[in-house]
Each structure stands twice: as structure tokens, then as C-alpha cells.
């Protein structure tokens, strides 16, 4: 599986973001996927991950209620919506996938696209 994110950009604080991941491989619908982030001088943090069926899903904290993770398999598409943005969230969110069941903890995943930036102006 190949990732490739995108939709990011320069936002004021509150203001609302929709990142995409297109996904290339005929196996798309097996995958978890998964949106992590990662700000500078710091670790690799889980944000959202959505089930191969799209059925389930599950939110780190610090997004809970303000975020949304969808995907369309027809389009081997994975989206986050990101609202009521804060400056702490600016950071490069970057989309993986895995088999299975969701996970948490970026070393899970087997597959890594190469991120979108995100910064949230005060």
C-alpha cells in the first residue's frame, strides 16, 4: 500500500481543515488506517484511526469531539476533518495503515505516507 496525504495549510485558531490520504493497491479495504502527528522536537502521536470497514473508529484525546475520520473505499480515500483548530495542533499529520485491528502506537502500522503539513495561527 502506497499513502499520500495532503490537505494541509496555514489556519487561524478555531478555524477547520479536511486532510486526505489516497491510498494505491487493490488490498485498500483490508487496511486500518490510521492519522498520527508529529511536531517538532517531539514524539509521533495517534490522533484517529478508522476501521477497514469504516465502522469503527477511535480518537486520541485531545481531538475527541472535534474531529472526524471517514474513508471511502471506492475511492481508497481516508479523510480527517480537523475543527476548532488550536495552535497546539500544528504539526505534520501523516496517514498509515496496518492489518487488522486499530492500534495506537505508530510502530503497528506497516505503512506510512509522507505527511501534510499543519499550522494554526493564534
Known amino acids: 500500500v502506497q499513502l499520500q496525504a495532503s490537505g494541509g495549510g496555514l489556519v487561524q485558531a478555531g478555524g477547520s481543515l479536511r486532510l486526505s490520504c489516497a491510498a494505491s493497491?487493490?488490498?485498500?479495504?483490508?487496511?486500518?488506517m490510521g492519522w498520527f502527528r508529529q511536531a517538532p522536537g517531539k514524539e509521533r502521536e495517534f490522533v484517529a484511526a478508522?476501521?477497514?470497514?469504516?465502522?469503527?473508529?477511535r480518537y486520541a484525546d485531545f481531538v475527541k469531539g472535534r474531529s472526524t475520520v471517514s474513508r471511502d473505499i471506492a475511492k481508497n480515500m481516508v479523510y480527517l476533518q480537523l475543527n476548532s483548530l488550536k495552535p497546539e495542533d500544528s504539526a505534520v499529520y501523516l496517514c498509515a495503515a496496518r492489518e487488522f485491528s486499530i492500534a495506537t502506537v505508530p510502530g503497528s502500522y506497516a505503512y506510512w505516507g509522507q505527511g501534510t503539513q499543519v499550522t494554526v495561527s493564534s
Open positions: 493497491g487493490r488490498t485498500f479495504s483490508r487496511y486500518v
Open positions: 478508522i476501521s477497514w470497514s469504516g465502522g469503527t473508529t
